[in-house]
């Protein structure tokens, strides 16, 4: 004789009033998925390659992402999810980029440290940094090996608060 789910001890006023909570609180954890499920998808593809450009004056060799200098800014919303595509095009480095002060909980390899939580993007290969963004903030993103980021591999990052969410701070505006 095999043992039955919920057998004899239970009365079945009390199975079907179980029964009962476990399908209430399924419906209510589904539609908070549904409301509070209205993140966005933000895809970058980018190619970092070595540019002539004049930053203090002087022309010299920097970095660059997708011929810009500093690199473009990222801007989401928190909850978000952040997707960059990058391709290495320098010829004689590889390349990580490290996002300052943004949690990869769940996504370490994101982290772009070099030799400690990913392998340098080699010389024509790809990599697909995909993180989600969880508190607002205004964050930096930067080379992470070698001397990329004083070569100008750098660029903003801003987080604004949740679709829905109060600003916690009173400001004038923004830059």
Same mark, same amino acid.
């Given at each position: 004789?095999?043992?039955?789910?919920?057998?004899?001890?239970?009365?079945?006023?009390?199975?079907?009033?179980?029964?009962?909570?476990?399908?209430?609180?399924?419906?209510?954890?589904?539609?908070?998925?549904?409301?509070?499920?209205?993140?966005?998808?933000?895809?970058?593809?980018?190619?970092?390659?070595?540019?002539?450009?004049?930053?203090? #004056?002087?022309?010299?060799?920097?970095? #660059?992402?997708?011929?810009?200098?500093?690199?473009?800014?990222?801007?989401?919303?928190?909850?978000?999810?952040?997707?960059?595509?990058?391709?290495?095009?320098?010829?004689?480095?590889?390349?990580?980029?490290?996002?300052?002060?943004?949690?990869?909980?769940?996504?370490?390899?994101?982290?772009?440290?070099?030799?400690?939580?990913?392998?340098?993007?080699?010389?024509?290969?790809?990599?697909?940094?995909?993180?989600?963004?969880?508190?607002?903030?205004?964050?930096?993103?930067? #080379?992470?090996? #070698?001397?990329?980021?004083?070569?100008?591999?750098?660029?903003?990052?801003?987080?604004?608060?949740?679709?829905?969410?109060?600003?916690?701070?009173?400001?004038?505006?923004?830059?």
């Amino acid at each position: 004789m095999g043992t039955r789910f919920l057998g004899e001890p239970f009365s079945r006023s009390f199975k079907g009033a179980l029964m009962v909570w476990c399908i209430l609180l399924l419906l209510i954890q589904c539609s908070l998925a549904a409301t509070s499920n209205k993140s966005s998808h933000h895809f970058y593809k980018w190619e970092v390659e070595y540019m002539y450009w004049s930053p203090d #004056g002087l022309e010299n060799v920097v970095m #660059g992402i997708n011929g810009k200098f500093p690199g473009p800014t990222i801007r989401a919303r928190a909850g978000d999810t952040v997707h960059v595509q990058l391709k290495n095009k320098l010829h004689t480095e590889g390349v990580v980029i490290h996002w300052h002060g943004i949690r990869q909980k769940g996504t370490p390899w994101a982290d772009g440290t070099a030799s400690i939580s990913q392998c340098a993007i080699n010389p024509g290969e790809t990599f697909d940094y995909r993180f989600t963004v969880d508190r607002a903030g205004t964050y930096f993103y930067h #080379g992470h090996y #070698g001397m990329q980021r004083s070569a100008g591999l750098y660029g903003s990052l801003i987080v604004d608060v949740a679709e829905g969410e109060k600003e916690p701070f009173q400001y004038d505006g923004e830059f």
